[in-house]
């Protein structure tokens, strides 16, 4: 079983940047985010395969930069031009050995003046 932990959600003013951190507790795959904000679904943010293959929501394309550290199971979620559409909880994604699904427990990201 894989534990992902994520960090770095608060409060941030539109326009304005902030980073996501997710760690692995073991070997994983491609790595993901995915948001949900209030009353709608969860959707995908950005994926990166363990090769640093990139797949990003056209919502968020030239703003927000997935990247990962192998060494450290480590995936990040740099986001930039922040808007309040994008408050969100962002959750933290995985895919492990024989196609297991892990998600980590969400980290709230506010963005408001």
């Known amino acids: 079983q894989v534990q992902l932990v994520e960090s770095g959600g608060g409060l941030v003013q539109p326009g304005g940047s902030h980073r996501l951190s997710c760690a692995a507790s073991?070997?994983?795959?491609?790595m993901g985010w995915y948001c949900q904000a209030p009353g709608k679904q969860r959707e995908l943010v950005a994926t990166i395969t363990r090769g640093g293959r990139t797949n990003y929501a056209d919502s968020v394309k030239g703003r927000f930069t997935i990247s990962r550290d192998n060494a450290k199971n480590t995936v990040y979620l740099q986001m930039n031009s922040l808007k309040s559409e994008d408050t969100a909880v962002y959750y933290c994604?995985?895919?492990?050995?024989?196609?297991?699904?892990?998600w980590g427990k969400g980290t709230l990201v506010t963005v408001s003046s």
């Open positions: 073991g070997s994983i795959f491609t």
């Open positions: 994604n995985a895919e492990g050995w024989g196609g297991a699904d892990y």
